[in-house]
């Protein structure tokens, strides 16, 4: 999206956006921090919202959540579909036009096939062993700190500070209107607490995982960003593979096709992260009985939750080969907003519930104070998303509460609970 962002929002001065962006996700970064450290259980933000607030509230999480991480397997997916298309044309290979972009007859798309097939591909291999897959993400972020510096360090060379004037030719309004779409480059930090269970030490290691993570990434943004906007003028970056792009644009097409190639393999691994993630919260949810109870059912051969992975594989496929990649980002940054401000609001819960945390857990500062400011903030980068967006985010709400009401409400664990004390 940084591409897409610069050349509409915000121009160089996106790098401000991703200041201002890194700033509210730290904020709610602590929030999972600590709920990391003191409640280590499967589920992430479902699970905690579900210790302090009940059931209700979250399901509400739980379905944002859902639909984030659906969303944004679908987003990236779509994405590494651009770098792939855009490294074919590179080497004199095109898709059909209807066949390269989400639904959209007046520019003559109607289904992305290669989003749709990596959809697929990830689906398949997730549900077989998690651990290779995420031995392979693992891998794969060597792979990606080289592509990285590859453009770092070639592309500080052709860099024309006269690109970077105006460096704020939208204004403040740019910037705050990038901040709300480049918040998703951010998520996925929260996809480390989704496997706290799994975690050796999860009261040290998953708040160094989410934090470190967020700041590693914001540094690489700026720096990626100030390169990128420098080299190509930012009203040329409207494309959906800006930094091979930004090596073509300079004649080094060589350079481009390594890093499109880096950026196929990388990408892919963020699906499988994504993916891995959205099952094991399908899995999650499916065990309160707020979601059919099949969706819980373990491979016996893989131990992997196979149901639930293909249940998410078949919904992200349809938003990834149907929908453009700007309307995808939007709706995934509107949900995980929504859910980051019910942990904020969390955390205030649960200093009331369980008092300060102990010694070797993580402590959010300055309760409740830091904890308003994160919700003010996410509601302040919501208002800057269309009202398009915010049309489809209601249409979602009444989803998720139909969904409750007609069938986990009534089969939810607590209801039976509930109904045997009786």
């Given amino acids: 999206m940084t591409g897409a962002a610069s050349a509409v929002y915000a121009?160089?001065?996106?790098?401000?956006?991703?200041?201002?962006?890194?700033?509210?996700?730290?904020?709610?970064?602590?929030?999972?921090?600590?709920?990391?450290?003191?409640?280590?259980?499967?589920?992430?933000?479902y699970s905690y919202v579900y210790v302090v607030f009940g059931e209700f509230v979250a399901w509400l999480a739980g379905w944002f959540l859902l639909c984030e991480f659906m969303l944004a397997v679908s987003s990236v997916a779509s994405g590494w579909s651009g770098y792939v298309q855009g490294f074919?044309?590179?080497?004199?290979?095109?898709?059909?036009?209807?066949?390269?972009?989400?639904?959209?007859?007046?520019e003559g798309t109607y289904i992305d096939l290669i989003a749709g097939l990596v959809i697929i591909f990830v689906t398949i291999w997730v549900s077989q062993e998690a651990k290779k897959a995420l031995r392979l993400n693992n891998a794969m972020v060597w792979v990606k700190f080289g592509i990285i510096a590859l453009f770092i360090f070639f592309g500080v060379f052709f860099?024309?500070?006269?690109?970077?004037?105006?460096?704020?030719?939208?204004?403040?309004?740019?910037?705050?209107n990038g901040a709300a779409l480049v918040f998703f480059a951010f998520l996925g930090f929260d996809a480390v607490a989704m496997a706290a269970e799994e975690v050796e030490n999860p009261q040290k290691d998953v708040p160094r995982g989410i934090i470190g993570s967020i700041a590693i990434a914001t540094l690489l943004y700026i720096?990626?960003?100030?390169i990128l906007t420098g080299i190509v003028p930012f009203k040329e970056l409207?494309?959906?593979?800006?930094?091979?792009?930004?090596?073509?644009?300079?004649?080094?097409?060589?350079?481009?096709?390594?890093?499109?190639v880096g950026?196929?393999?990388?990408?892919?691994?963020?699906?499988?992260?994504?993916?891995?993630?959205?099952?094991?919260?399908?899995?999650?949810?499916?065990?309160?009985?707020?979601?059919?109870?099949?969706?819980?059912?373990?491979?016996?051969?893989h131990k992997t939750p196979k149901k639930a992975t293909y249940a998410a594989g078949v919904v992200a496929f349809f938003f990834a080969a149907a929908f453009p990649l700007n309307i995808l980002a939007e709706l995934t940054n509107i949900?995980?907003?929504?859910?980051?401000?019910?942990?904020?609001?969390?955390?205030?819960?649960?200093?009331?519930?369980?008092?300060?945390?102990?010694?070797?857990?993580?402590?959010?500062?300055?309760?409740?104070?830091?904890?308003?400011?994160?919700?003010?903030s996410c509601l302040f980068l919501m208002t800057r998303l269309q009202t398009a967006t915010w049309i489809v985010f209601g249409i979602t709400i009444v989803i998720g509460l139909l969904i409750y009401f007609i069938y986990g409400y009534r089969n939810s664990a607590l209801n039976e609970e509930n109904q045997q004390e009786r």
């Fill in 11 to 45: 121009g160089p001065a996106l790098i401000l956006s991703f200041v201002l962006a890194a700033f509210v996700v730290i904020l709610s970064g602590l929030s999972f921090a600590e709920f990391a450290s003191r409640i280590p259980v499967l589920g992430g933000a």
């Fill in 88 to 106: 074919l044309t590179s080497i004199g290979v095109h898709l059909p036009k209807a066949l390269t972009a989400g639904y959209n007859p007046d």
């Fill in 238 to 260: 409207n494309v959906n593979d800006p930094v091979a792009f930004a090596m073509r644009y300079i004649d080094h097409g060589l350079v481009g096709s390594v890093i499109s």
């Fill in 223 to 226: 720096v990626v960003t100030l």
């Fill in 335 to 376: 949900v995980a907003l929504a859910y980051l401000i019910l942990m904020s609001l969390g955390i205030i819960k649960l200093r009331k519930m369980m008092g300060m945390p102990k010694k070797g857990e993580f402590k959010v500062p300055l309760v409740p104070v830091l904890p308003l400011v994160s919700v003010a």
């Fill in 263 to 301: 950026a196929i393999l990388t990408l892919l691994t963020v699906t499988i992260s994504m993916m891995y993630s959205l099952a094991r919260l399908l899995y999650a949810i499916s065990k309160d009985g707020l979601l059919p109870k099949s969706l819980q059912k373990i491979n016996p051969k």
């Fill in 159 to 176: 860099v024309k500070p006269s690109n970077w004037q105006p460096f704020m030719p939208f204004g403040f309004s740019g910037v705050f």
